[in-house]
Structure formats: C-alpha cells, structure tokens
C-alpha cells in the first residue's frame, strides 16, 4: 500500500514569480537556509529542464547531509511541475515517490498545490505534509513576499 499527500498554498504573487522563486537555484539558497541554523550547510543545483535534476543537500555537517534528488519530467512554467522524488538520510534510508507540483494563478494570486505519491506509511506522509511541506511553503511564501516588496 501507498500513501499520497496533497497540500497547497496561497501566495500573493504571479505564478511566474513564484515559479520561479521555487525553480531557481540561487532563489533556493535564500529561501531554504535555515534561519535557526545560519551555519548549515545548504547545497542546491537545478537543471530545469525534461530529463534534468534538482538536487538539494543539507545538514549540519558534511557527515550528517540529507539529500534530495528530483528528476524532472514535465516542465511546463509557470503551471507545472512533475518529477520523480529521491530523498536520503545520514543513515543511509532512501524514500523514492513521485511529486507534482501546480501553480494556479487568479488575480494575480498563485494557488500552489503539492501532491506527492509513494509513502511507505501514514506516518511518513503526514511528517512530509505537516513539517517539511509546511516549511518549504512558508519560506517560499515569505521570500515571495518580501521579493515583491517595493525597494
């Protein structure tokens, strides 16, 4: 059995900005740094293109990196993402699934929605919804914001 996960978010910009935002991997370097932890290490390349890998590592240390490998299989921006997920653990646990990820614009608003298939448990997927999607949403929201900030 396989258990899947949606979630979304509104964010207050064009689907383009927020695409973009999500995409680009000097955007993700700023967005996806840990505020509690400036000294961590954040790696992240992305290849956004049909075939093309996103591939985040981070931790607190070079022994103690988690990894993340997307492979993308459709790219249609700024509606669409879809690509195969591989993420790992220091201790050497592999978690392989599928995610899609929309982006949904009406008055210049973006609906950002996640569905991610292949958790092994309830557990596991529910972790992903509340915590690490919840996270990646709300800087990703928060750099969106303060982007489109007049200077």
């Known amino acids: 059995m396989s258990y899947d996960l949606t979630v979304e978010r509104l964010i207050e910009a064009p689907a383009a900005v927020v695409f973009d935002a999500f995409t680009d991997a000097d955007a993700q370097r700023t967005w ?51 690509m195969t997920t591989t993420s790992s653990t220091p201790d050497g646990s592999r978690l392989d699934t599928a995610t899609e990820v929309t982006f949904e614009e009406h008055d210049g608003k973006t609906r950002m929605t996640v569905v991610q298939r292949g958790f092994p448990t309830a557990e596991l997927r529910d972790y992903f919804a509340a915590t690490a999607w919840a996270n990646v949403l709300e800087a990703l929201d928060g750099f969106v914001r303060g982007k489109e900030q007049p200077a």
């Open 32 to 82: 996806m740094r840990d505020p509690e932890d400036p000294n961590a290490i954040l790696e992240t390349t992305c290849d956004l293109r049909v075939g093309g890998e996103w591939v985040v590592a981070w931790g607190p240390s070079r022994d103690e990196l988690y990894r993340e490998t997307n492979v993308f299989q459709v790219v249609d921006r700024p509606r669409r993402l879809t």
